[in-house]
């Protein structure tokens, strides 16, 4: 079963502009990570927040956690084509045994 | 390419026939994990390695299903008389951040 769900489902924006996927999980998390997957292709590992952070930056990226509300956000600023993907949001437990993803953002940009 | 490779990268095969998969992951890297997905869905967890030893597997993973990962480096994954339902893609990750090979995309006729 899917832990966390991400939000929008799907997102089409400008080439330029900013965009922002959001994720919920339901347990309490030791890790919570972000990956981008183009069509067809394996995931690619984007950033890693731990439970105690709560702000990480990766050069055009920007991932909030909020442990409160048991969200996460991933904003990718001035997006390019490049960026068309599905985001992934993903936890593990006190083990970090066992990585559970959420149902994925489709991201489109527009040229 | 994150130094995760997996073999083959598609296998097509007809239901009822076994098929297995490999995964090497990166060298330093002690833990291993399997993944299957499904089109339009996440990841979902199916068992993990801590060097040889198998420390979890998911409910997901039937008696049909069996991983290996003997002397810590490789591993494989084996479905026994694959059904329809088995068609997705597997994807192997090794350390705790997961870095994932490029998967293998099973489909049962």
């Known amino acids: 079963s899917q832990q966390g769900e991400e939000d929008p489902q799907a997102l089409s924006i400008q080439e330029g502009e900013n965009a922002t996927m959001n994720c919920s999980y339901k347990?309490?998390?030791?890790?919570l990570q972000w990956y981008r997957q183009n069509s067809g292709r394996g995931l690619v590992h984007l950033i890693l927040?731990?439970?105690?952070?709560r702000e990480k930056h990766s050069g055009r990226l920007r991932v909030t956690l909020d442990t409160s509300k048991k969200s996460s956000s991933l904003l990718i600023t001035a997006s390019r084509a490049a960026d068309t993907a599905s985001y992934f949001c993903a936890t593990d437990g006190p083990r970090c045994e066992k990585l559970t993803f959420g149902t994925g953002t489709r991201l489109t940009i527009i040229p | 390419d994150t130094g995760v490779s997996q073999d083959p990268r598609h296998k097509i095969t007809k239901r009822g026939q076994n098929v297995t998969f490999r995964c090497d992951p990166i060298s330093e890297h002690n833990r291993l994990y399997w993944y299957r997905q499904t089109l339009g869905q996440g990841p979902e967890f199916l068992t993990y390695?801590?060097?040889?030893?198998?420390?979890?597997k998911s409910r997901l993973l039937s008696d049909r299903f069996s991983a290996e990962r003997p002397k810590g480096s490789f591993s494989t994954l084996e479905i026994q008389r694959t059904e329809q339902g088995d068609s997705a893609m597997y994807l192997c990750?090794?350390?705790?951040?997961?870095?994932f090979g490029p998967g293998t995309r099973l489909t049962v006729l």
């Open positions: 390695f801590q060097n040889e030893a198998q420390l979890e």
């Open positions: 927040i731990r439970s105690n952070e």
């Open positions: 990750a090794s350390s705790l951040e997961r870095f």
């Open positions: 347990t309490s998390i030791n890790n």
